[in-house]
Each structure stands twice: as C-alpha cells, then as structure tokens.
Nanobody
Framework: VQLVESGGDFVQPGGSLRLSCAAS????????MGWYRQAPGKQRELVAS???????SYIDSVKGRFTISRDNAKNMLYLQMSALKPEDTAVYYC?????????WGQGTQVTVSS
C-alpha cells in the first residue's frame, strides 16, 4: 500500500486547511486509516482515525475543529482542519492499518503562524 499526503501549507492562526491522503495498492476492505502528527522535539501522536465502518476518534485538542473523512470509492482520506492554532504546527502523516500490515505516508508540513 502506498500513501501520498498533500495539502500542507503555511496558514495564519484561525485559518483552515484540508489535507488529503491518496492510497493505492493492495488495500483491504477492513482497515483503519488515520492522521498522525509530529512536531519538532515531540513524539508522533494520533490526531484522528476512521475505520471501515465509519467510526471516528479524535484527540481532545482537535475536537470540534478537525474532521476526518474517507472516500472509499476513491481510496482517499481527508482531514479538514479549521480554527488552526500555532500548536497545530507539525508534519502530518497518513497511516493505513488492516490488522496485519501497517503503512505510512511521507508526511506533509502544516505551519500555523502569524
């Protein structure tokens, strides 16, 4: 499975961005996909995930501001981010997990600053 993220950018506080992750290869129908982020000097953390059944989860710091969605027909994963804060600055990674295999994208940089 190959994952390619896009959509990262430089944005001012309060702004919005939409990240996209294009998945290709031998994708199994039962899987979980998610967005992780890693800020400089910090550990990578799970931001949001969505499983094949549509269940979602978010870390507390992004609830109400970020929305994860999937287009299974197109094998796309999205993260709509709004009301961005400087502490959202990080490299954002897409992850695929089908309970046997795990794959990561190369990451896309999101910088929130005035």
């Amino acid at each position: 499975v190959q994952l390619v993220e896009s959509g990262g950018d430089f944005v001012q506080p309060g702004g919005s961005l939409r990240l996209s992750c294009a998945a290709s290869g031998s994708i199994r129908s039962i899987n979980v996909m998610g967005w992780y982020r890693q800020a400089p000097g910090k550990q990578r953390e799970l931001v949001a995930s969505r499983n094949y059944g549509g269940s979602t989860s978010y870390i507390d710091s992004v609830k109400g501001r970020f929305t994860i969605s999937r287009d299974n027909a197109k094998n796309m994963l999205y993260l709509q981010m709004s009301a961005l804060k400087p502490e959202d600055t990080a490299v954002y990674y897409c992850r695929y997990f089908d309970f046997v295999r795990e794959y990561w994208g190369q990451g896309t940089q999101v910088t929130v600053s005035s």
